[in-house]
């Protein structure tokens, strides 16, 4: 492997979404700094965090039929029973949930956490209240997918917080999804939700933090997990 190889491996990709603003905060630096030199260095230290903030690194998502995968990084901030968004159309039972907060140093890019065919999205406008809280996820602004793959139909929820202002989503109705793809990005600090079948247990905890595209959510086809009793949120 050359040296050239090796350098170019050790940087983390950055999202096509990013360049924009990079650029911009790379021109507002040297123009200011031209003028106020100290600033230049702000200018500066800023434009390395807007890079930092779209990357896309790599991910090794695990292979397995049923299993759902984080479709965000972050930490864990909600995990039970709640009724899905009415606009997904996904029934009037409760769904089992697991909400995943994500702040401004983590990676932004979302990641399909299932792989199927998009059958719906959603958009709904809202406030934009603490993503961390719980009413976030029916007052917020937020984009909502539904993935089908054989008889079972998943939610996953974009939602806006205080900072985020702006979710994008790659897909439309109609196209199909593997397991760990792309799909969107919500810029500057937000939260996914993802709805299963109600009596799916999950694998994660309050607090753990997630890795988008590779920590393991559910596995719907645990039987045994399914048919131990399960926590409601209220």
Request: net charge neutral.
């Amino acid at each position: 492997m050359s040296l050239v190889d090796s350098v170019t491996k050790a940087f983390v990709p950055i999202h096509r979404e990013g360049w924009p603003f990079i650029a911009i905060s790379l021109v507002a630096t040297v123009v200011i700094g031209w003028f106020v030199d100290p600033l230049f260095w702000i200018g500066l230290i800023f434009t390395a965090w807007v890079c930092y903030f779209f990357r896309d690194p790599q991910r090794v998502t695990p292979v397995g039929a049923g299993l759902v995968i984080a479709p965000a990084d972050g930490t864990v901030s909600h995990v039970g029973e709640v009724m899905p968004p009415v606009e997904l159309e996904l029934g009037t039972v409760p769904m089992m949930r697991v909400s995943i907060f994500m702040n401004v140093f983590n990676c932004h890019v979302n990641r399909a956490p299932l792989g199927g065919k998009i059958t719906r999205v959603a958009y709904r406008a809202g406030k934009f209240l603490n993503a961390e809280l719980d009413k976030a996820s029916e007052d917020n602004e937020r984009n909502g997918l539904v993935i089908e793959t054989g008889d079972t139909r998943i939610g996953v929820v974009q939602i806006a917080g205080l900072v985020a202002r702006r979710i994008i989503c790659f897909v439309r109705e109609g196209e199909s999804l593997g397991t760990g793809e792309r799909f969107g990005l919500i810029r500057f600090g937000s939260r996914l939700d993802v709805y299963v079948p109600a009596g799916t247990v999950a694998r994660v905890a309050i607090g753990q933090t997630m890795i988008a595209g590779e920590t393991i959510l559910f596995d719907l086809n645990d039987k045994d997990a399914q048919a131990r009793p399960i926590t409601r949120v209220s």
